[in-house]
């Protein structure tokens, strides 16, 4: 039987303000080199960051939920002028943020 994945506890930030930053910057650029550059990826990547220090600001620290808080959130946005989807966007986070803490997304 396979083992359960083990949660992933952020460290609390120093600086809310550079980690939306660092974000916003982290996701645009993914979001452009996933398909290709649109427009609505700046808002997507801002909005989104504004979410995760939201999170992050109430205190939330395990990646799993913040990512759940991330996709609750991006619901009420409207992506119909962008290839992602509220989805996407959470799980990009959770991977970046993983690699930020040298965690490989893909094997834990």
């Given at each position: 039987m ?7 506890t ?42 995760y ?10 990646l799993?939920s913040?990512?759940l ?20 966007v959470?799980?990009?986070?959770s991977d970046?943020l ?11």
């Amino acid at each position: 039987m396979a083992e359960p994945i083990p949660p992933i506890t952020l460290p609390p930030p120093d600086d809310v303000q550079q980690e939306r930053e660092w974000l916003e910057a982290t996701l645009l650029d993914w979001l452009d080199r996933e398909y290709i550059p649109e427009a609505i990826n700046a808002t997507i990547a801002q909005k989104a960051a504004q979410a995760y220090v939201r999170q992050r600001m109430e205190g939330e620290n395990d990646l799993g939920s913040l990512v759940l808080a991330i996709v609750m959130e991006m619901r009420g946005f409207d992506f119909t002028e962008s290839f992602f989807g509220e989805f996407a966007v959470a799980n990009a986070i959770s991977d970046l943020l993983m690699c930020r803490l040298g965690v490989d997304p893909c094997c834990g």
